[in-house]
């Protein structure tokens, strides 16, 4: 079902506490999130983990801005969600 779902292994997050794991770790060291993260009640995560997580994340925003410009540059025009 996974596969189906296009849901990575060992995937724990949704969009949402990805973005605050992202918001967090740009204000603390990954340590610091991963007690956090512990003290206000959510899932455990390691900062390891949280280093993975939001790694991907960037990779992934990267990617949607190179695509985003080659798109641009290539074709002059933009995507509904860059005219913002």
Known sequence: ???????RKRKRDNGE???????LARMMTYRQVEEVLKVAGF???????????VRAFGERESKKIKDGKEVLYSWGELRPLEQK
Do not use: Q
């Open 43 to 53: 899932p455990s995560v390691s900062h390891t983990t949280i280093l993975n997580e």
């Open 17 to 23: 506490f990805l973005k605050h794991l992202v918001i």
């Open 1 to 7: 079902m996974d596969k189906a779902l296009k849901i």
